[in-house]
Each structure stands twice: as C-alpha cells, then as structure tokens.
C-alpha cells in the first residue's frame, strides 16, 4: 500500500444471549456504536463491508441502506473466521485505490438465540457435504480435532497444553464484563469436561453467541481529527493454504499464519518479540498453540511449554486473548478480537484487570473454515 | 437404513466416483497429460490444468493421516451412531480422503496405520466407501 491506514472506532454489543435484537439490529448497534466512538458523522462514511453472516442478498448494501449510508465502495465478504481481519486488509485496498476514503466494517450473528437454521437438510450439496458430511463429519470441531491429533503425534504435544489454554481464555473472560462464559474454570473442570471429538473436550471448544462488532478504518490523515487516538494497521497478510483439510496438501499441523505472519511483521518492520499482546483466533484450544508457533513467538512443536505456567495470561510473557476470545467471551467470529486489538492500544478502554500495561503494538489474527483461510493484523499505537 | 442421514448428490463431476462405490471400485481421476490422480472430482487437473482426463481405480489401500474419535452426538442424525471414527485417509496412490474407519475399536487406531476400502451401502444408489484395518 502507498498510504498509512488505522482503525478510527470500534463497537460492540452484548455477547452471549441477546434475545431483544436481530442479526441485523445487532450488526447496526454495533455499527453505530464504533461510528460514535470514533466522533464521525455516519454521512462521512462512503465504504461499508459486511461479513456474509448468512445474510440476504446484496447484505452489505442492506445494512448500509439501513444505516442512512450510501457507499462509493461497498462489498460482503466471506472467509469464515478471517473475514474481520481481511475485511480490514480490504478497507485498506480500497482506499488505497481512491474507491473510497473511510470503511465501516460489520460483523454480526445470532445464533444463541431466536429464529434458527437446521443444521443441516438432506440430500446434501458438494464440497464439505458431498465428501465429508455424509461420513458423520460434524464440520470444524472434527477438522480441528483431526488436526490436534496429528500435531500430537508429530510433536508429543500433551492434553494439558489445550486444558491450560482454555483456563487462560476464562481467566480473561471472568475480567471481562461483557463475555458469556465468565465462572472459573480448573485443570480438574477441563479434564471433567465430556468428549466432543477426541481429543477435544467440550472445554476445548468455543462458545455459541450472538453479538456483534465493527469498526471503521481511514488514512492516517484524517484519523488525525478524529475523538479517539488512532490505532495504525503497521502490517498485514493473508494466506489461505486450501478449501478442505483432506485436500492432499494440506498440512494439519501447519496454518496460513506461517506466511501471513512473515508478510505482516515484514511489512511492520518488527518481530514477534517486539508485541505485546496477542489476540489470536480461538474457535478451539489447539488453534492457539498451533499460531503461537506458527506467528514464531516459539518455535514449532514447543507450543505446549509456551502455554504453560500462564505464560499467555495478562502478567505473562506474551498475554493473549485479553477480552477472553472465543472460547469463554463469545464467538463473534474474530471481530471482537479487532476490536480488543484497538481497545488495548488505546490503554484504559478495558477492565483495569485486564489491561495490558503500556501495550504498544497488538497481533490479532483470524483464521477459518478448516483450517482453509488466514489474516494478520499488527496493530501499533505509533504512526509506521 | 438411517433415511435420516445426509447423503451425497452425485452431480456431473462426481457420478463416476459414486457409481464406481456403487460397484465397490474405489475410482480416482487420472489427469492424461502429467498423470497426476486427484481427489475431490473436478474436470481440470491442479497440476497441470489440462482438461483431459481418466476415471482409474486405485488399490484402496492407504494410511491413516489422522483421525478424530467422535463420542457425542453433534449431528442428530449419527447420534446412534457413536462412538465412530472419523479419519484422513492417504491413499497409496496419492490423493487423501475423509472416511471412517471401522472393523476395530476407537482405541486401535493409530496415525500411520494401514487401511484398506471396504463399501458400505447405504439405498440402493450410494454406498460409501470406509476403511478398516489392513
Ligand atoms: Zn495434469
């Protein structure tokens, strides 16, 4: 890019059961919410993006038009859990191309509450159901499970290594006074916790919410006047490795953030050493360790030690998933780690508990389908 | 039967697989120019792009890449079902495909172990290919 990009407002909603508000009033709360946050008046914004969010047809438009927003630049996307941190990549792009100069970036669910889809109504359609579903494949958790699986084999990786990750994401999370999962949790709860798909327990696994979240991204320029201090984008990438995990060369062990995660601290002119804190896509334990290692904050199969002794809590060497991530603050499908992101650059937006002291420069990652796409965000509170 | 379970819909590209589980064939596309086989059906090679092509069968042996033991009842449909296992199969000849193994308990399956197909019909147009211990 030529130019120099930050996120100017960010906005959430209540996470857990939120049974008042609709998907769609749910992606307008949280949009006006990081409108106001950032001092703008809504007519100032020309792009919107959605995520796709099982929404209808043309559903960024839908949501701009439902806003009083005509875009110059407007578009859904849909990479599953990467989406918010591509989106963000995107904004970027298009205001670099001169389509537009200020992004409002959406990503809503419901799926706690109110009306739902089946999960799933036979005869199946091709892809994921022709070659998967029809074995009993449950979708991710079976992906991610075969995943660990593999990892455990190739690196010795134990059990307690997912257990002390999903104790560090309820730690945060009982900080936080917006998650959903907020009661302590032991090593003796997690290994109490059921089978799902083993070597996953039901503690291994994220919650299922409804809530949303946006923010809105602009030049460096015009972040300049705007209430909040802006958070610059000070590197970036993306790599999505395959479609399906049975794909022959896809490696299980390995995720796209082994050359997202190059790009972005390229691009930032910094190394792992040099962040703070991680906000890193947790739709399971495993995930987690798996981009500890790939992002390069240790080195690969270590990823057990690095999880031990609340290394990833706040206090430790590298705090991640502050605001509780997915797996005990709600799945908001990464949005909500953007917008964590932000929040803990800013400095005393959060729970004084949970507030990384001094956080200067934030990774958040998003990650999706299985194990099929990845994105990297390095934020900074310092102008790149 | 289970008439409550999800079944595949063989379309343009995938009848021949289907059709050839139907006759307890494992079938894999044979790309004509790099002779490259893959797996899932589509009409263009990924190594080579060429538009030509093959339907061969394979031995149907294999090793398990990975695998997940499924212990609770996710999708209602294979409730009674559980606990099965579901796996990565890397087939000899190349390409990898999602299947259960069967014929041992949950507890023999290991990474790296050999396998070999075997078709479970499940109407009278699909039989799914599975796996079992070699
Ligand atoms: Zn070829």
């Known amino acids: 890019m030529n130019g120099t990009y930050a996120i100017v407002g960010v906005g959430e909603t209540p996470v857990g059961k939120v049974p008042e508000w609709s998907k769609t009033g749910l992606a307008l709360l949280a949009a006006k919410r990081a409108i106001e946050d950032a001092g703008m008046n809504h007519k100032e914004i020309d792009g919107v993006l959605t995520s796709q969010m099982g929404g209808t047809f043309i559903y960024s438009l839908e949501v701009a038009t439902l806003l009083g927003i005509q875009p110059r630049y407007t578009t859904v996307m849909e990479l599953g859990g990467a989406t918010?941190?591509?989106?963000?990549?995107?904004?970027?792009?298009?205001?670099?191309?001169?389509?537009?100069?200020?992004?409002?970036?959406?990503?809503?669910?419901?799926?706690?509450?109110?009306?739902?889809?089946?999960?799933?109504?036979?005869?199946?359609?091709?892809?994921?159901?022709?070659?998967?579903?029809?074995?009993?494949?449950?979708?991710?958790?079976?992906?991610?499970?075969?995943?660990?699986?593999?990892?455990?084999?190739?690196?010795?990786?134990?059990?307690?290594?997912?257990?002390?990750?999903?104790?560090?994401?309820?730690?945060?999370?009982?900080l936080n006074a917006n998650a959903q999962r907020r009661e302590p949790m032991t090593l003796d709860d997690y290994w109490a916790s059921r089978w799902v798909v083993e070597p996953f327990r039901l503690l291994d696994c994220c919650q299922v919410s409804d809530g949303a979240g946006a923010f809105i991204v602009t030049s460096a320029d015009r972040a300049k006047d705007l209430r909040k201090a802006p958070i610059y984008i000070a590197g970036y990438g993306q790599f999505h490795p395959h479609r399906f995990i049975s794909d022959q060369h896809a490696d299980a062990t390995r995720l796209g953030a082994h050359i997202s995660g190059p790009d972005a601290f390229r691009r930032a002119g910094i190394t792992p050493k040099d962040i703070d804190v991680a906000e890193l896509y947790d739709c399971f334990t495993y995930v987690v360790l798996s981009e500890l290692e790939d992002y390069g904050f240790?080195?690969?199969?270590?990823?057990?030690?690095?999880?031990?002794?609340?290394?990833?809590?706040?206090?430790?060497?590298?705090?991640?998933?502050?605001?509780?991530?997915?797996?005990?603050?709600?799945h908001v499908e990464g949005m909500l780690h953007v917008v964590e992101g932000v929040r803990q650059l800013r400095g005393g937006e959060v729970e004084p508990k949970r507030q990384v002291p001094g956080a200067r420069r934030a990774l958040v990652s998003g990650h999706g389908g299985q194990m099929s796409t990845h994105g990297t965000l390095i934020l900074s509170r310092d102008e790149p | 039967m289970n008439t409550k379970r999800p079944l595949p819909r063989p379309d343009e590209d995938s009848e021949v697989f289907w059709e050839g589980c139907r006759a307890e064939e494992l079938r894999m596309q044979e790309c004509s120019e790099c002779h490259t086989l893959r797996f899932r059906p589509r009409p263009v090679c990924p190594e080579c792009l060429s538009d030509q092509f093959k339907w061969t069968p394979v031995s149907g042996k294999g090793r398990v890449y990975t695998f997940g033991v499924v212990r609770s009842g996710v999708l209602p449909s294979?409730?009674?079902?559980?606990?099965?296992?579901?796996?990565?199969?890397?087939?000899?000849?190349?390409?990898?495909?999602?299947?259960?193994?069967?014929?041992?308990?949950?507890?023999?399956?290991?990474?790296?172990?050999?396998?070999?197909?075997?078709?479970?019909?499940?109407?009278?147009?699909?039989?799914?290919?599975?796996?079992?211990?070699?």
């Open chain 2, 78 to 134: 294979f409730r009674e079902e559980v606990p099965y296992v579901l796996a990565l199969i890397d087939l000899e000849e190349g390409p990898r495909m999602t299947s259960r193994i069967v014929g041992c308990e949950p507890e023999a399956v290991e990474i790296g172990m050999s396998v070999r197909v075997l078709f479970e019909a499940l109407d009278d147009t699909i039989s799914l290919p599975y796996f079992c211990p070699q």
């Open chain 1, 298 to 330: 240790c080195e690969k199969g270590e990823g057990a030690e690095f999880v031990q002794d609340g290394q990833i809590e706040i206090g430790g060497r590298l705090p991640v998933n502050t605001h509780g991530g997915l797996l005990s603050q709600g």
């Open chain 1, 84 to 174: 918010s941190v591509c989106m963000a990549q995107q904004a970027m792009a298009a205001i670099d191309a001169g389509l537009c100069e200020t992004v409002l970036c959406i990503h809503a669910q419901k799926q706690q509450t109110g009306p739902t889809r089946p999960r799933h109504t036979p005869p199946v359609d091709r892809g994921f159901d022709e070659f998967d579903r029809p074995f009993g494949h449950p979708g991710a958790i079976a992906v991610h499970a075969m995943a660990a699986q593999r990892h455990m084999y190739e690196y010795g990786t134990p059990n307690v290594a997912f257990g002390n990750i999903a104790m560090a994401m309820r730690k945060h999370a009982s």
